[in-house]
């Protein structure tokens, strides 16, 4: 098993952000997404907020890659829907490269 946590931010606005989680709840977040999130290799994910920023923790197996991940969901309509209905939430951290959402974390320390 690897983990992996990555960052990003929403747009700093209750109502979005209030809207943003209740896409997130388990009976509102589409299937799909689901099926999508652990065909690619993703055993476990977790999101968390602060004020308008975001946090994800993703546990993967030894098939998982981000290449292969960003592979399927660009061939996924049902993911691309729903990355464009979410991108109306998000905005890019400042240091994020073109186009990039979730930026990976690096880690700093561990015990």
């Keep these: 098993m690897k983990k992996y946590c990555l960052a990003l931010d929403l747009i700093d606005d209750p109502a979005l952000i209030a809207e943003y989680e209740n896409w997130h709840k388990s009976e509102n977040t589409w299937p799909e ?8 290799g993703i055993t476990g994910m977790e999101i968390y907020r602060t004020g308008n920023r975001l946090f994800m923790i993703m546990e993967t197996d030894d098939s998982f890659s981000f290449e292969r991940k960003g592979a399927m969901d660009a061939a996924n309509a049902k993911v691309q829907e729903w990355e464009t209905l979410m991108w109306k939430f998000q905005q890019p951290l400042p240091w994020a490269k073109q186009g990039e959402k979730w930026v990976l974390m690096e880690q700093i320390f561990k015990i």
Aim: net charge neutral; charged share 25%; glycine share 12%.
């Design 33 to 40: 997404i689901k099926e999508s999130i652990l065909g690619s």
